[in-house]
RNA sequence: GGGCCUGUAGCUCAACUGGUUAGAGCAGAGCGCUCAUAACGCUUUGGUUGGGGGUUCGAGUCCCUCCGGGCCUACCA
């Protein structure tokens, strides 16, 4: 048994997440964490809302919310939707903690003694209406090559063009639409990234086993144009973890803040030392998951993310951890999702398109949701969510294998013999080979979760449930039981012992679904070390419920129902 | 513009470092079963692997080129 330290990409707080973003990160990672769980490594799962930045404040202001309580409504509602989703963290944390403020403040502090902090003086924009510094992106104008617009200040959307702010013209705040504006002198602090660009090339280099989609966007940042590029890690905002050198101020940087992505990252680690907090717990309890030197050199640990934030995860993060020159854990293995799209387009949270979570829990269960998106998850390439396909797949997979599996052993148990396991009959050459095939499935299944391949680990869980009703319909029981009932009681027992077993294998992808059937059958939770030992878990005698369906169908009218309200936006 | 990924049956995807007649699931067709959520099982029809060229004894896999889709490009996060 080992130790497994799990981190999902924190979800950012200004808004419920879409389907997209949940099948990027939080649903696999919480995929992986159980299966760890149940083959008993001791696992630390961790996930939190990422909370600074300008995005947060703009929707705080929105709302009519002073920010600090915009961001702990926003986080209650995610751990809500994140509970009914099944998400099952160890903490789930926020970037603002305490914690997080101080361990972000001790890592700049380590990195300036390290000498890998500069201060750089730049000139940015600043709107006396808005009162604030635009970000370039904040800033609109006519494009100076195309002519368009609608161009931001970093690039045009129309051309494609680079610009710089100072290139629009007619600038404008994105925010107030006021142009009141004017370019400021303001000081900020760099990461000396490149700097450690050999140190983090090596260390990539040394990952043979990461998925390209990680390695590849790690490599072209390393080695684009002059290489690795210093980093901003400081912004002028009031919302944010305030610029200090450890426990010191630091002259120049009054009244600014980190940047969020200097801060977001480092959560993971404080937000595993607020778990210890939560839990009564001392520091060396959450320091040996993340110090090398307390414990944490034999964590395995592993992270989950959407493509787009890989190169902060693969490069800025590990610069921070490098930098600071102590033993902090670095990452072992990265696993990078692309993106879900949404019936022939993107989802987006800014548009309002596509299904969100809140959404998503009111017309479905959450298994049905876990189900579809893991074994359809964008791996290898950017995958397509359709109603229909949804529809076909749910019901195929979820009610018609599974579902109605479970249905008709224990339907046909309770008629012939009653609700309880039924005695008599011995087990023999069919059920022989029904084991033999299911423990080269098992060990394959295991293998794709190991190496985090999910969707050949559910096509293979569902090829494990296949072999349920392969084997039931080559028994017949229903025939047996006329001639021979003491026969039919074995495959009976047999059947409902692959049920149990079922409830078990199921648990990473459908928890709810798998807690239904454990109940039902009064099955335990422990992992099969082998298929013949479970052929008996359920022994003769043992009295079972029947449980209601575990999925009813998806019907048309209510995919053509769902189809039409999730059309336009939210 | 640059970089990366990608194009395989109607649909969604497989195929370890190039190695025998390219495999699954869904959808379609036929048969069977009646325990079950009109569910299940068996059989079966579908592919010049986007086009073209090249390397090789051998190419879905490597190279060139053309066409299509997607992502990233560092101040949204």
């Known amino acids: 048994m080992s130790r497994i330290l799990i981190t999902s990409a924190i979800p950012y707080i200004n808004g419920i997440k879409h389907l997209g973003n949940l099948v990027g990160s939080q649903l696999p990672s919480d995929v992986y964490a159980r299966y760890a769980r149940a083959r008993g490594h001791e696992v630390m799962h961790i996930c939190a809302t990422d909370e600074h930045g300008t995005p947060a404040e703009l929707a705080a202001a929105k709302a009519g919310k002073p920010v600090a309580e915009y961001c702990a409504e926003m986080w209650a509602i995610q751990r809500d939707l994140a509970e009914g989703f099944g998400l099952a963290w160890d903490h789930f944390g926020r970037s603002s903690s305490q ?40 800033i609109e104008g006519t494009c100076p090559n195309c002519g368009y617009d609608g161009a931001r200040g970093d690039q045009c959307e129309n051309c494609t063009k680079q610009l710089d702010p100072t290139d629009l013209i007619n600038p404008r705040s994105a925010i107030s639409g006021s142009t009141d504006l004017e370019v400021r002198e303001t000081k900020h602090l760099y990461l000396r990234q490149s700097a450690l660009a050999g140190d983090l090339e090596a260390w990539i280099d040394s990952k043979k086993d990461w998925p390209i989609l990680t390695t590849s966007i790690a490599r072209k940042w390393l080695k684009d144009g002059d290489g690795l590029q210093d980093r901003g890690i400081t912004r002028d905002l009031d919302w944010g973890i305030p610029v200090k050198r450890g426990s010191e101020d630091w002259p120049g940087m009054e009244g600014k803040v980190f940047y969020v992505w200097f ?8 937000a595993t030392a607020e778990w210890a907090d939560a839990n009564g717990l001392q520091d060396a309890d959450w320091q040996r998951w993340w110090r090398t030197d307390k414990g944490a050199e034999e964590v395995k640990y592993v992270q989950f993310m959407g493509k787009d934030n890989v190169p902060f995860h693969t490069l800025s993060f590990p610069a921070t951890i490098i930098g600071s020159g102590e033993p902090w854990k670095l990452v072992d293995y990265i696993k990078s999702f692309n993106y879900l799209n949404y019936q022939g387009g993107q989802f987006s949270t800014s548009k309002g398109r596509g299904v969100f979570m809140d959404q998503a829990l009111e017309i479905l269960s959450a298994d ?40 008709r052993i224990t339907k046909f148990c309770r008629s012939k013999f009653g609700e309880a396991v039924p005695t008599g009959g011995t087990y023999g050459e069919a059920e022989e080979a029904v084991i033999a095939d299911l423990q080269i499935r098992l060990a394959t299944y295991e293998a794709h979760m190991e190496s985090i391949e999910i969707r050949k680990a559910a096509a293979e869980l569902r090829a494990i449930w296949v072999a349920g009703n392969e084997y039931l319909q080559s028994a017949a029981p229903w025939a047996v039981f006329k001639e021979n009932p003491e026969q039919a009681a074995a495959i009976t027992r047999f059947a409902l012992n692959l049920a149990a077993l079922y409830a078990t ?10 807690a239904t059937l454990r109940e039902a059958l009064g099955s335990g939770a422990k992992w099969p070390e082998s298929i013949a030992e479970t052929a008996n878990a359920l022994p003769e005698g043992h009295p079972f419920t029947v449980p209601e369906n575990l999925f009813t169908k998806i019907t048309d009218e209510q995919r053509e129902e769902w189809e039409e309200r999730f059309a336009g936006t939210r």
């Open 99 to 138: 914690r997080n403020h101080a361990l972000t403040q001790h890592f700049a502090g380590k990195l300036a003694e390290a000498g890998l902090i500069e201060e750089v003086t730049e000139k940015q924009v600043y709107s006396h209406t808005d009162g604030r510094f635009l970000p370039d992106r904040y």
């Open 263 to 270: 801060d977001a990252p480092i959560e993971y680690i404080a």
């Open 368 to 407: 049905y949701w876990r189900w579809w998106l893991l074994s359809n998850a964008p791996e290898n390439n950017d995958a397509e969510f359709t109603w229909e396909v949804f529809q076909q797949g749910a019901n195929k997979d979820l009610a018609d294998v599974l579902g109605n599996f479970v249905s």
């Open 505 to 514: 294998l199921s648990e990473p992808f459908i928890p709810f679904a798998s």
